[in-house]
């Protein structure tokens, strides 16, 4: 029974991992691998909601207990309907945040315990973490820099993610937490700078991901 692989991509705001999870799924889907690209929170009708909830900038007076609970039901129906099924037919799954984000942002950010966090995500996935976990390493203040241009590139504003407008030593702890995470587990992350243009990022990503898929 094919079990697929599951790739997850971390880093702190603004350091590019939307459009190099994309990038890299045009790259494997030519190469004929079956791809399926989600996001979290999110990925299914119930995390869409979910997601417009905890990120919606009107939504801070939120309990960090609350937000935690939230995103981990989220991901609890996430793998039930879109992950699971997915890599048991043998799909690449590639995921926009995953566990590791909780444990990032409310755990190592906002002070939530983090062996709670680390037990909650075990619960929800069942035990199914990621195969590989690209974390695209940034300083904070590029990545805010980027989104800030991202939204008046758009005219839409800094509105859909209240994260965005937190202050610099929020985002530093977050930068530092995923760190302190992917020294706790090299064996799974591989960390690219993601200061660097997109192609020079692909450039790293892609034979290290193909190095991977030889073992399957």
């Not at 997601?51 to 981990?72: F, N, P, W």
């Not at 890599?87 to 590791?100: K, M, Q, T, Y």
Request: charged share 25%.
């Amino acid at each position: 029974m094919t079990t697929g692989f599951f790739i997850t991509f971390e880093g702190v705001e603004g350091c590019g991992k939307t459009t190099q999870l994309r990038l890299l799924k045009e790259f494997l889907t030519a190469r004929g691998y079956a791809v399926t690209a989600t996001r979290e929170p999110g990925g299914t009708p119930i995390g869409d909601s979910i997601r417009k909830l905890v990120l919606a900038s009107g939504a801070g007076c939120i309990d960090s207990k609350t937000e935690l609970m939230l995103y981990e039901a989220s991901r609890a129906q996430h793998m039930r309907e879109v992950i699971g099924p997915a890599l048991s037919e043998g799909h690449i799954v590639l995921c926009d945040r995953f566990g590791d984000a909780t444990l990032a942002y409310q755990g190592y950010a906002q002070g939530l315990p983090v062996d709670c966090i680390e037990k909650l995500n075990r619960f929800t996935t069942g035990n199914r973490g990621p195969d590989l976990t690209i974390l695209l390493d940034c300083p904070v203040e590029l990545g805010l820099e980027r989104t800030r241009e991202r939204a008046a590139r758009t005219g839409q504003g800094m509105t859909e993610d209240r994260f965005e407008k937190k202050d610099l030593d929020f985002h530093r702890r977050v930068r530092q937490g995923y760190l302190d995470i992917a020294q706790r587990n090299s064996g799974r992350f591989l960390i690219v700078d993601g200061s660097r243009e997109p192609a020079a990022v692909q450039a790293v990503m892609r034979p290290a991901v193909l190095e991977r898929l030889q073992h399957l």
